[in-house]
Every structure is written in C-alpha cells, then in structure tokens.
C-alpha cells in the first residue's frame, strides 16, 4: 500500500439493524474490508485466559462498551494486518467518548469519509435479535441484554449521530426494509463518495 492514508467509513445503527449484513455486500461490491468491532472485541473475549479477554467478556455480559483506547488499538492493528485501501468499521464509534478517543489516536492515521447509520425501530431490532440468537451463540442476543444495549444506543449512540449529521458525514437509512432495498439506498451513497 502506498502512503497514502486509507478509507474509513464508520457503519452504525442500533442491535439488529443490518449492519453486518450490509457491510458484507459493500466490502464485496465496493471492495472494502469489513472490520466488525463486535467481532474483533468477541474475539479478543474468548481468550479467558487474559485480564484483557476476561473484562471484554463482562462488558458483553453487561451490555457496556469496552474502552476507546482498546477499541482503537484493535482497528489500528487490523488495518495494519490487512494493509488494504478502504475498511468498513462495523458498530463503532458508539458514544462521544469513542469520537474524541478515535480523533486523538487515529485522525491522522485515516481518512473519514462518512458514516452510514442504518435506523430501525426498537421492535424490528429486537426481532431481528432474538431471531438471530437461536442460531448465532452469541451471548448478547437475548433480552436482557438486548434492552441494555438499546438503552446504551439511545442514550450514547443516537447524540453522536446528530454530531455527524451537523459535519455533513452522516448518511441515514432505512434499516426497517428488506435487505435487497436496503443495499440499493447504500449503492447510492457508496457511489458518490470521494
């Protein structure tokens, strides 16, 4: 990769909104890399056998957000590993604390070129959850959880998406639609980025 700064666009949007499904169609499509936070911070839990993997565990249990910096290190060290142009962040930033922490450690290190927020109603998201958590074997697809982490959405989430609005990098869509629907709203956006 040349020295360029690489792509980055963030995708967010409450539990069960679509956003891994539809970064999966943009990486293909657009030729981007997924990097779910979900997963990279899933995965660092499993490791039970550091302080590290076992805090991440509670904060999943807990429906809590772990650490800007921890999270930043995560994405700077995946983007390293991959070396690639342009990276979906999936489920990231979550709250203000993560935007200042991410602007302090990574605004120089990337390029933002926007953030897409898939929006969807408490009752889609829900369903889709506890839909997705008879097969999934994720820990935070049930309901007590899944009240915490829309509690968390709401009250963390959705003021940071009006402070990405006020920049003009906030680009809302319909999450509440089908899939196909969805992705053509996202096409749209994709191709006239810069």
């Known amino acids: 990769m040349s020295n360029t700064k690489p ?4 995708v967010i949007g409450a539990p069960g909104s679509g956003k891994g499904t539809q970064c999966k169609r943009i990486a293909k499509t657009f030729d981007y890399v997924h990097l779910s936070i979900g997963d990279l911070l899933r ?7 550091t302080d ?23 994405l700077d060290e995946a983007m390293k590993k991959e070396n690639k142009r342009n990276y979906l962040i999936d489920g990231f930033p979550r709250d203000k604390q ?8 990574m605004s120089d290190k990337v ?18 959850c506890l ?4 097969s999934s074997g994720r820990a935070d697809d049930n ?11 709401n009250e963390s989430t959705r003021p940071i998406i009006e402070l990405y609005e006020t920049e003009n990098l906030a680009h809302k869509i319909d999450a509440s ?7 053509e709203h996202v096409q749209n956006i994709m191709k006239n980025l810069k």
């Open 52 to 74: 590290l993997g076992k805090q991440l565990k509670d904060h999943m249990k807990n429906g809590s957000l772990a650490s800007t910096e921890l999270v930043c290190k995560l």
């Open 177 to 183: 639609k089908d899939v196909d629907q969805i992705f």
């Open 143 to 153: 309901e007590e959880s899944l009240k915490k982490r829309l509690v968390t959405y």
């Open 7 to 10: 792509n980055v666009i963030f």
């Open 43 to 49: 995965k660092e839990a499993e490791r039970s056998d």
């Open 131 to 134: 839909e997705r958590g008879k």
């Open 111 to 128: 390029n933002l070129q926007c953030v897409l927020v898939f929006d969807c109603d408490e009752k889609t998201s829900t369903t889709r």
């Open 98 to 105: 993560n935007v200042d922490g991410w602007d302090k450690a």
